[in-house]
């Protein structure tokens, strides 16, 4: 009964908050911008108000976690105050540069570095990090990679209706697996909370969307997803970091080779464009929801991976 409560919390919460934002969105012409920008394929404007949604229903969940085991988790508060400022970088990204041609690479470089900087401090603080070197620095540095790496990985999905959240989605579900098989009763919990808040996300979501989750909550994602991964590192042990990488799948190899190609062809990895493993399967002429399926069932295929080799 605990863990239905830890999933529909956040779930139920998400599903209200998304169309209650969505409409605020529109009265106060807070929206997307469609025309223009090469980056944009919906064609009218859309709220990106859908990360705000997920970051509070995840917030209550985690609270509601704290008050029923009545035991204060500093765990907890690292994850609460680097998922807020991560998520406040991102509806900075939402809001001063809805469209390319206001992006600034240099300011957003270093923006990039300092928020995902602070955040790893907060983690660290709180007792998180990645275990595969005990020494502080070099833990120090992989955490700041990890969510340096993981935030980007989901907002380059963030790009086709329904592709970043569904990913996510698949790979809690992963998440939930391996915390199911090792025991790993926080990662458990952690995966089960923010399933329930992407599932009512992705309600609206769903193509054609009606609400987009923005660059706010492809960071939050992102964050969370690396938390999880540092969650079941172990010291020195390369396939406890290999499996959650592959569990994460492809916003990590996607992103990976998009940075790659972006340095190579001597373009800033910063300014998008229409590059992506989903984008080159749409201009086959696929259809939106096959490209999805396509998508999930390579994503399905990782997890089990990264299932297989953490074991």
């Known amino acids: 009964m605990f863990y239905l409560f830890i999933f529909f919390i956040p779930f139920l919460t998400s599903l209200i908050l998304t169309p209650l934002f969505k409409k605020t969105a529109e009265k106060y012409h807070l929206y997307d911008i469609a025309k223009g920008d090469v980056l944009k394929i919906h064609k009218k404007p859309i709220s990106v108000f859908g990360g705000l949604a997920m970051l509070i229903a995840v917030i209550i969940g985690l609270l509601f976690f704290v008050f029923q085991r009545q035991v204060f988790d500093w765990r907890i508060a690292g994850i609460i105050l680097g998922s807020l400022i991560v998520f406040l970088l991102g509806f900075w990204d939402d809001l001063k540069w809805k469209h390319i041609s ?5 300011q957003k470089f270093s923006l990039l570095i300092i928020f995902p900087l602070i955040a790893t401090i907060i983690l660290l603080a ?8 005990p020494g502080i620095y070099l833990a120090g540095f992989l955490t700041f990679s990890y969510i340096f790496v993981f935030m980007n990985g989901i907002n380059y999905q ?14 809690l579900i992963g998440f939930f697996v391996l915390a199911l098989i ?5 990662a458990l919990i952690l995966s089960f909370i923010l399933l329930g808040a992407v599932f009512g996300f992705l309600i609206f979501n769903f193509p054609p969307a009606k609400i987009f989750m923005g660059d706010s909550g492809a960071y939050f994602l992102g964050f969370i997803l690396a938390v999880l991964a540092m969650i079941f590192s172990k010291s020195y042990n390369f396939l406890s970091i290999l499996g959650p990488i592959f569990i994460v799948g492809i916003p990590i190899f996607d992103g990976v080779f998009t940075n790659i190609r ?31 399926l396509i998508c999930f069932s390579l994503q ?10 953490y074991y």
């Open 158 to 171: 963030d790009g086709m209706d329904g592709l970043a959240g569904g990913l996510v989605a698949i790979s």
């Open 300 to 309: 399905i295929i990782s997890v089990a991976i990264g299932i297989l080799i």
């Open 262 to 292: 972006r340095l190579f062809s001597k373009k800033s990895i910063f300014l998008g464009d229409r590059r992506h493993f989903y984008d080159r399967i749409l201009q086959r002429g696929i259809s939106t929801k096959k490209t999805l």
């Open 182 to 186: 090792s025991g790993n009763d926080f």
């Open 102 to 106: 206001q992006i600034k690479p240099y």
């Open 126 to 133: 709180s007792g998180i990090k990645i275990n595969f070197f």
